[in-house]
């Protein structure tokens, strides 16, 4: 039977595919159910964010089962989580229910709140879930205030694609067209670039893997710790860097918008 909570976390999209599928391509992430790892890529997003939240209104636009807006909430002063799955939502407020947090079912390219009405804006890979990527950024930019700032996130590739490997994107955007989308509803925009922290040696053999029997041999993934790396499943929030040089070296990509475009 599907799990809904490994449904896309904007779109309500079923995975109606295989088991092996949905491992591939893990959409939904629950930390109570989740490797360490794995858990710190994700949150290292809502860390780099946090900088941004203190004593602020903000909207986590797509928030899953809601670990990240409940880490917002330790320093902002309101945060609202929305998105589109009722069972994520409903998880969500069980879990990681707060005084200063809510949790609200919402379409995001129909949000039913005032415009105006947050100081920031965060979206982790949402944006490549968006049929109508304009439309999304209008709303976020809408409830936005004039000073605000939206954090948002997405896988790196080289080139855009409307046909990705990942059966749950519609679509995912290079370097340059994720820039210029953002452009046309923000002022400002800071790019920065996600990555796990490797030793030199890790990294050459990564280079050195053309056949990637890393992905077919699991046991190749857990050598790491031989030249000086953690497992994956191991990373902590100390081991991935978000940072502004190496973009290039990359997994994801992260960008600061400030002075949404009304």
């Known amino acids: 039977m599907d799990d809904p909570l490994q449904r896309s976390s904007t779109q309500g999209l079923a995975h109606g595919g295989c088991k092996d599928t949905r491992v591939s391509h893990p959409e939904r992430i629950v930390p109570d159910e989740t490797s360490p790892g794995i858990v710190a890529l994700h949150l290292k ?50 879990r990681y229910a707060k005084l200063n947090l809510e949790y609200v079912i919402a379409d995001l390219l129909a949000l039913d709140l005032p415009d105006s009405s947050f100081d920031v804006a965060t979206s982790f890979e949402t944006i490549e879930h968006v049929e109508d990527v304009e439309g999304y950024l209008g709303q976020i930019a809408r409830v936005l205030r004039p000073e605000g700032t939206f954090i948002v996130s997405t896988p790196r590739v080289d080139e855009t694609t409307r046909a990705p490997e990942n059966p749950f994107h519609r679509v995912e955007l290079s370097r340059g067209d994720f820039e210029a989308v953002l452009r046309t509803r923000f002022e400002e925009v800071e790019l920065y670039g996600q990555r796990r922290l490797q030793t030199a040696r890790h990294a050459l053999l990564q280079r050195m893997d053309v056949l990637d029997l890393r992905k077919r041999l699991p046991v190749l993934r857990r050598a790491s710790r031989l030249v000086g790396t953690a497992p994956m499943a191991e990373v902590t929030l100390e081991g991935i860097a978000i940072e502004r040089d190496g973009i290039e070296r990359s997994t994801e990509l992260v960008a600061v918008c400030r002075r949404p475009r009304a």
């Open 45 to 94: 997003r809502y860390e780099f964010a946090r900088a941004y939240c203190g004593g602020a209104a903000v909207l986590d636009a797509g928030c899953g089962v809601g670990y990240g807006s409940a880490y917002l909430a330790e320093v902002a002063v309101r945060v609202l989580g929305v998105d589109v799955s009722e069972e994520a939502i409903v998880y969500a407020r069980s």
